[in-house]
């Protein structure tokens, strides 16, 4: 009787460790053979990687702390970048697009706007009903918070619907958002240095910077109409989290209770990956769509190579996530309740962490990276509804091969995919870029099943 | 139906007390409600439109019970198994096809004009040389993993139908596909499709049930509900799996034979990875581990698309887009509420 049938001839540790360091060694040969062969050409085939991963690892990272989280995977991923990139081309259609296939869909801004206002009604429920229902009227507060959240939810329409002034519609928001953060941070800093003593000079000063500031930052905004690019970005990224947000809240976490296996809810979220793709072909059809090139087509000569100046932008915003994310994960106490959740649920939940919530910005913040991943190539390439499908598996191979559930594993498991797609159709075609990825993810995962870098 | 314990008994018209009836009786109302349309269906839209339909039908029949074989009893939820229903199509669209391809001026290309039997057992047999390769290296993995690998499945076969060129013709697919036929009688009436398609489901079926109630299928279910076990008992796990799994995918390649044969052109947008997805739908929705469950989801998947042409506010062109929404919703609701099926035996 044999107990482990189950391995088959190469699975040994020590063998599969071989292979594939056998493999790395052949990739790193084939590129270094290239290289010999032409530097320039492979110059600039490092640059298109460059700029490909920079979007892969973006992905990736999302994918790898959402997962690493609450194990599962959220196929609602893909969407997100989807609708980050479609939320761009429906609030320039009207303007940039010069009106061309001009997009408005009176439902999808009711949607959006229902979604909005519940989900800023959760949030003022989580922070302010919690801590004031002791001392005032719990009925005045829940009418207060439902007016408010009502509020949210219209200014969204508005926003939604007078898409081609979005720079004077969104100004007060902006304006609102500059003062709360200069205040907020000219805050920490004073009392830092000041200390407990002049707690209310302190708030004196950083409510008048704040409030200067987000005057400011309010004019300038409806000054300057170069502005909306910008905050199509940062409004469609933003929309795209809070429904990845609301989708945690209100279904995935009463799912998880009741679900037996991570499979019922990978079965769900792909029933809502392809509830939502259809949605995208409903409203904006199916043929592909382009957005506007954002600083010139003219690409820019770097040593030989050429890069488009956008795709230098996009691996500085890639480096400014991993940055960002790591410094959540690591310095913040959101960051440390984010690694206790995923090391054990239960125990956080029992030391008085409130999961519901973390896990909640959790998804947020996943869903705003898969989104961002989504405009960034939307911008570089087109915008098709099979967008989604095909940027959550690359996410997904490249958190995969990363090591899952690992930061760097995944910024270096996306950079190495792009590279290895590149890299890859310089013999091949390029419509064999897909296969490419999916034979270096079965490889990988053959050989190497726990990725490059696996969670410890 | 019982009352609420210590309760008065809740008259018949409550709608708890309906809706609980409903809830206790799922599969008999599943079965009543599908089958009732279909045949209303029929009989409103007429014969022709009928034969169409079932044998869409049958084809979608073969595909999700042959599934069903690997999600429902094996437990490898696996979405590339559109791959093999291409190989199907592909072979014997390769090997029947007449079409004079010098005139497109596309490239050279030879012509086999083989009948289209032989063509249906040679891509059956590739489809399952195939699915022994691939199952050999999918065999490590599961649950999630086996997920991801097997959409790569699918990308990889879609992307080698589209750009192999030489054998597939690519984008411009392939024309004038044989009908099906036996000495003097030729398959060309829809009826006789039809027969013939509802003949391979029939078998199909047969196969699949005797193979599940057989001792092969207890321990299929046994490496489902805990793999381990079954290991501990002394059955090779991988052989199984791995025999389940060519076995599915042959079924899958005859169903991709008769496609072909029947639209008379392939090209790859019949089996992009979308297609493999609602596929997955399908055999969640009509049950998992449920063979009539099967048939009954394909049953209900077909009549789905056109039930929904008849909606008012669901225009012509969009008819693909809202079943795939209707699914999707579906999908979360099944897993809220019901993560076996409609008729289904194994909670996913």
């Known amino acids: ?456 | 139906m019982k009352a609420e314990a210590g309760g008065r008994p809740r008259p018949a018209w409550d709608p708890r007390r309906l809706l609980s009836g409903v809830r206790g009786n799922l599969e008999l109302w599943a079965n009543l409600i599908i089958l009732t349309w279909a045949v209303a269906f029929a009989v409103w839209q007429g014969t022709g439109f009928a034969i169409g339909l079932g044998t869409v039908f049958a084809i979608w029949g073969i595909l999700s019970v042959s599934l069903n074989l690997v999600v429902g009893y094996t437990g490898l939820l696996s979405v590339g198994h559109i791959g093999f229903f291409g190989i199907g199509a592909y072979a014997v669209a390769v090997l029947t096809s007449t079409q004079d391809y010098e005139l497109l001026r596309t490239g050279a290309v030879p012509t086999y004009e083989w009948p289209f039997f032989a063509a249906l057992v040679v891509g059956v047999g590739l489809a399952g040389l195939a699915a022994l390769v691939v199952g050999v290296v999918f065999n490590r993995f599961r649950d999630d993993i086996f997920v991801l690998v097997s959409f790569g499945f699918a990308i990889i076969a879609f992307n080698s139908f589209l750009n192999l060129r030489g054998v597939t013709r690519g984008a411009f697919g392939i024309h004038e596909v044989a009908r099906p036929q036996i000495g003097p009688w030729v398959f060309d009436e829809e009826f006789d499709f039809l027969v013939l398609a509802l003949v391979c489901l029939l078998l199909v079926s047969l196969v699949s049930w005797l193979i599940v109630t057989s001792s092969f299928g207890r321990v299929l279910t046994t490496i489902r509900e805990d793999e381990r076990t079954a290991e501990v008992f002394g059955y090779r796990v991988t052989h199984y799996k791995l025999a389940v799994w060519v076995i599915s995918a042959m079924m899958a390649a005859l169903a991709g034979g008769l496609f072909g044969s029947w639209t008379r052109f392939v090209d790859p947008n019949s089996f992009i990875l979308l297609e493999s997805i609602l596929l997955v739908c399908i055999v969640i929705l009509g049950g998992l581990a449920s063979i009539w469950g099967s048939l009954l989801g394909a049953l209900a998947f077909v009549l789905l698309e056109e039930g929904l042409r008849f909606l008012p506010f669901v225009p012509d062109v969009h008819v693909g887009q809202a079943r795939q929404m209707t699914l999707g919703l579906m999908l979360v609701l099944l897993m809220l509420f019901r993560p076996q099926g409609l008729l289904g035996r194994y909670k996913l």
Not at chain 1, 10 to 25: E, I, M, P, Q
Not at chain 1, 355 to 369: C, E, K, L, N
């Open chain 1, 1 to 456: 009787m044999r107990l482990r049938s189950s391995r088959t001839f190469w699975s040994g540790d020590r063998r599969g460790r071989l292979l594939a360091a056998a493999l790395v060694t052949a990739v790193i040969a084939y590129v270094g053979w290239k290289i010999g062969e032409s530097p320039s050409q492979a110059l600039q085939f490092g640059f298109n990687g460059l700029s490909v991963g920079a979007i892969y690892a973006l992905l990736a990272m999302g994918f790898t702390i959402v997962y690493s989280t609450v194990w599962f995977f959220d196929l609602y991923y893909g969407a997100s970048a989807a609708i980050g990139a479609y939320g761009v081309f429906y609030l320039r259609s009207k303007d940039a697009l010069s009106g061309l296939h001009s997009v408005h869909n009176a439902y999808v801004n009711v949607l959006f706007a229902s979604v909005v206002a519940g989900v800023v009604a959760w949030i003022l429920y989580e922070t302010l009903y919690r801590r004031l229902s002791h001392r005032y009227n719990r009925e005045v507060l829940l009418a207060a918070g439902g007016i408010v959240s009502a509020a949210a939810g219209c200014y969204t329409l508005a926003v939604l619907h007078y898409t081609e002034n979005l720079n004077v519609v969104l100004s007060p928001a902006v304006g609102c958002a500059a003062a709360l953060a200069t205040a907020w941070l000219v805050f920490k800093g004073l009392e830092r240095v000041v200390g407990g003593a002049g707690r209310r000079i302190v708030v004196g000063v950083a409510a008048v910077m704040g409030l200067a500031v987000g005057a400011f930052a309010a004019l300038y905004v409806v000054g300057e109409p170069g502005t909306r690019l910008y905050l199509s970005w940062v409004l469609s990224c933003l929309l795209a989290g809070v429904v990845g947000l609301a989708l945690y809240r209100g279904l995935y976490a009463h799912m998880r209770e009741r679900a037996r296996s991570p499979l019922v809810m990978l079965v769900a979220t792909l029933g809502i990956l392809l509830a939502i793709s259809a949605a995208i072909v409903l409203v904006f059809g199916s043929p592909a769509r382009p957005l506007p090139d954002v600083f010139g087509s003219q690409p820019r000569e770097i040593w030989g190579g050429t890069i488009k100046d956008f795709n230098l932008f996009t691996v500085g915003v890639a480096i400014v996530a991993f940055l960002g994310l790591l410094f959540l994960l690591k310095r913040t106490s959101l960051g440390r309740a984010i690694r206790a959740i995923g090391d054990d649920e239960e125990v956080s939940k029992v030391v008085g962490i409130n999961t519901t919530v973390v896990i909640s910005i959790v998804f947020f913040i996943g869903a705003v990276y898969a989104a961002l991943a989504g405009v960034l190539s939307g911008h570089d390439t087109a915008i098709q509804p099979r967008m989604g499908l095909l940027l959550l598996l690359k996410g997904w191979i490249a958190s995969v091969v990363g090591g899952i559930g690992n930061l760097y594993g995944a910024a270096i498991g996306g950079l190495a995919l792009g590279m290895v797609e590149q890299f890859g159709i310089w013999d091949l075609a390029g419509e064999w870029r897909d296969v490419i990825s999916f034979v270096l993810l079965i490889l990988f995962l053959s050989f190497w099943p726990r990725g490059l870098l696996p969670r410890r």
